[in-house]
Nanobody, 122 residues
Framework: QVRLVESGGGLVQPGRSLRLSCAVP????????IGWFRQAPGKEREGVSC????????YYSDSVKGRFTISRDKANKTVYLQMNSLKSEDTAIYYC???????????????WGQGTQVTVSS
């Protein structure tokens, strides 16, 4: 069974950092590319970042490029999203997803995690 489990969300002040984790206990990171998506209240789900399983290529939306970094630890079956210089507009539920190929439009997602809330507020 393919499961993705996010953690690391919370309340943080603007300008601070947060690291999200996506654990994949049921499979290895060789099977799928892993993407991060987010959905703010009243808005559509949008792609944030993705990391390719074949060559570790990374992809970012324009809104987070230069502030967020995606990485993966194959031994620990975990993908991370390091979020720096957080802004109030980054507030959303963040989901990780198994997809093939990497696509920030989420057209190729096979499995979703349950999501973790990130709130950026003073």
């Amino acid at each position: 069974q393919v499961r993705l489990v996010e953690s690391g969300g919370g309340l943080v002040q603007p300008g601070r950092s947060l690291r999200l984790s996506c654990a994949v206990p049921g499979f290895t990171l060789d099977y799928y590319d892993i993407g991060w998506f987010r959905q703010a209240p009243g808005k559509e789900r949008e792609g944030v970042s993705c990391i390719s399983r074949s060559d570790d290529n990374t992809y970012y939306s324009d809104s987070v490029k230069g502030r967020f970094t995606i990485s993966r630890d194959k031994a620990n079956k975990t993908v991370y999203l390091q979020m720096n210089s957080l802004k109030s507009e980054d507030t959303a539920i963040y989901y990780c997803a198994a997809e093939d190929p990497c696509d920030l439009r989420h057209e190729w997602v096979s499995y979703w995690g349950q999501g973790t809330q990130v709130t950026v507020s003073s």
